[in-house]
């Protein structure tokens, strides 16, 4: 994979570029806008699908032309140019996402009114995702094996960044009140509970009757249909505790070693079951 380097943070080069990561920093934020926050493979376009459908139960269709492709701000979508190009012109209310650390966010979100939510999942599957992801795609340069996945993994060398980095750099801003902090793993358990607290926080809450349509087309077996069909790399499994068919106990230990290394004494933690 060719990569760039920015700020510290490895991004691919194939699809994002330094003057993408500039065009985000001015980028014209709206108060009605709402941010998707993720690091790579931790339930972007499930959260994405779910404010999808609460807004279309609404009425309110989301942008069309993205296609299948992830609606990242970074992003380039190859034949159709810059992402943050294509939404400036995008109706309101637009749903933006985004993959990078909080210091390359457009300098407006944060004293907007406009709502973030972030989504965070476990650091283990979230590798185990990460691997079955490079593996599928042609433009990653898959790792000799997945033991050597895992010390790249653990020495934070990932593209946007090291895990740890990116969600305790969200963490910082877990007080500000345009914020929503969410959890695969709740998603994972209670999904009409996570509905309904997001539709709340943005603004729009929703019939019981509502809460279980968006449920119904959000749930893994719906959305392997829709979603997962697009190119076979958005759905794999959709579980929580993959990470136990591949971890070994030396590796698991490392894992919580860095676990508790760095998340001790912030608030911040994870289910890994
Ligand atoms: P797995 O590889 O563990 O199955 P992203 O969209 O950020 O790339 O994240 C992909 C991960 O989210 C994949 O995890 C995928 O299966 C999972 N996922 C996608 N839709 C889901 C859903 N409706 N329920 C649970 N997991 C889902």
Same mark, same amino acid.
């Given at each position: 994979m060719s990569t760039i380097k920015e700020r510290g943070i490895t991004f691919p080069a194939d699809v994002v570029t330094r003057s993408n990561l500039e065009l985000m920093k001015t980028f014209d934020i709206r108060d009605d806008d709402i941010m998707l926050v993720t690091y790579p493979k931790t339930g972007t376009w499930w959260i994405h699908q779910v404010v999808k459908q609460i807004l279309a139960s609404e009425g309110i269709q989301d942008e069309?032309?993205?296609?299948?492709?992830?609606?990242?701000?970074e992003f380039t979508i190859p034949g159709k140019g810059p992402i943050v190009e294509l939404f400036k012109?995008?109706?309101?209310?637009r749903v933006l996402a985004t993959h990078v650390?909080?210091?390359?966010?457009?300098?407006?979100l944060l004293g907007s009114k406009a709502k973030t939510v972030v989504l965070m999942r476990n650091p283990k599957d979230t590798a185990v995702s990460t691997f079955k992801f490079w593996q599928k795609v042609p433009e990653v340069k898959t790792p000799e094996s997945w033991d050597s996945f895992v010390e790249q993994y653990l020495a934070g060398d990932c593209p946007w960044g090291p895990f740890y980095d990116h969600v305790l750099g969200f963490w910082?801003?877990?007080?500000?009140?345009n914020i929503l902090f969410l959890k695969y793993e709740d998603m994972k358990k209670d999904l009409p509970a996570e509905v309904r607290k997001l539709s709340s926080f943005l603004g729009r809450p929703l019939s019981e009757e509502a809460v279980q349509a968006v449920v119904g087309a959000t749930q893994f077996d719906s959305m392997n249909k829709t979603v997962g069909?697009?190119? !076979?790399? &958005?759905?794999?499994?959709?579980?929580? !505790?993959? &990470?136990k068919n591949h971890f070994s106990d030396e590796q698991s230990r490392a894992f919580d070693d860095q676990y508790r290394d760095r998340l001790?004494?912030?608030g911040l933690e994870f289910e890994f079951e």
């Open positions: 069309k032309y993205l296609g299948d492709f992830p609606n990242l701000l012109t995008a109706p309101s209310p650390p909080v210091e390359f966010l457009p300098s407006g910082k801003l877990k007080d500000h009140h069909q697009k190119n !076979g790399l &958005w759905t794999r499994k959709g579980i929580i !505790g993959d &990470w001790s004494n912030t």
